[in-house]
């Protein structure tokens, strides 16, 4: 049995249909804390796990016969630079208390660090796999010590925990939760309903984007991999396409010619420009096969399509 936890965030909300696609519907206990789960979600088991409270993770684990978990529970970017202390804890203790428990009843998890890993001294063009890291966000902060963590874990408890370096992710499903990267979803609402969209970012700021369907395949393929052929096991950097707000623009306007977007940075460009431009993903390649099916031309189409559908129900 699989738990997912955060199954109510930006990636649980499609992850959770997926693994229920391949492993039965049953098998896939959706768990969220404080937003409630709808939608695709109730269409399997729900459990309300506090990942901050230990017991509460172990008590899912013995109910369900649980022998895997994917650890997305986290205060992202934008978020955690609001509320450090409990980003801190939410992120760390949360990761800690879910190797601990993978520790003791042997379950393999799958748990994600970012591109807020990489800091301002980071190269940040093609920013290679094995680089200086020096995040200057709490959350950047969790998801690199997260690594050092996992992969202490991985050494020491033989705990087979995997996860890749995501970049920006869009999502047709979900709203991300406080990221520095929600622009890029925000946008094709505020350009579907005619409004004009105010951008928080520069026009020109490159950041590594994926669409969701490529960010789940990745945590699949990752988990299906063969281990022995891991030499990293966590922090496994995994692109797709770099864009700047500039580019999405023109693109969407391809689609909707008078979309209009005007430019007002704020606490995020600061993040953001601390972040890589495109990332060097040739090992995750190497090692498990790892290769994106979408381009940034059809992303915007199916993300313009499917948003269609959902703001105009038939
Ligand atoms: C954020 N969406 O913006 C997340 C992600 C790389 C960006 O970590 O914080």
Redesign the pocket.
């Known amino acids: 049995k699989i738990l997912v936890l955060g199954a109510t965030g930006q990636i649980g909300a499609e992850l959770v249909p997926e693994l229920r696609k391949i492993h039965g519907r049953d098998n896939v206990i959706a768990c969220y804390h404080s937003k409630q789960p709808s939608g695709a979600l109730l269409d399997g088991p729900v459990e309300r796990v506090d990942v901050l409270d230990i017991k509460s993770i172990e008590g899912a684990i013995k109910k369900y016969d649980v022998d895997e978990i994917y650890h997305l529970s986290a205060i ?3 978020a955690g630079e609001r509320n450090p202390q409990l980003a801190w804890r939410t992120n760390m203790d949360g990761l800690y208390n879910v190797l601990e428990l993978a520790r003791e009843y042997k379950l393999r998890v799958f748990w994600p660090s ?3 890993a990489f800091g301002p001294s980071t190269p940040r063009d093609n920013t290679p796999q094995v680089t200086v890291m020096d995040p200057r966000t709490i ?1 950047g902060i969790s998801k690199y010590a997260g690594e050092l963590l996992a992969r202490y874990y991985a050494e020491k408890f033989d705990v087979d925990v995997r996860g890749v370096r ?4 869009i999502s047709s499903e979900a709203m ?1 939760g ?5 622009y890029a979803v925000e946008i094709f609402y505020y350009a579907l309903e005619g409004k004009k969209y105010t951008c928080y970012l520069r026009e020109d700021t490159m950041l590594p984007m994926m669409y969701m369907p490529d960010a789940i395949k990745a945590a699949i393929q990752l988990m299906n991999a063969e281990r022995s052929k891991l030499t990293i096991l966590v922090g496994y950097n995994v692109a797709a396409f770099s864009f700047t707000p500039g580019q999405i623009a023109e693109e969407i306007r391809k689609h909707l010619p008078n979309f209009e977007v005007e430019y007002k940075p704020d606490f995020r460009q600061k993040i953001a420009d601390s ?1 890589p431009r495109s990332l060097d993903d040739s090992l995750a390649r190497m090692e498990w096969g790892w290769k994106p099916d979408w381009t940034f031309e059809a992303m915007v189409k199916d993300m313009l399509e499917r948003l269609s559908r959902k703001l105009r129900p038939a």
């Open positions: 992202l970017s934008a970012s591109i807020a959350y995501y970049p920006g992710i991300p406080g990221g520095t990267t929600d972040w």
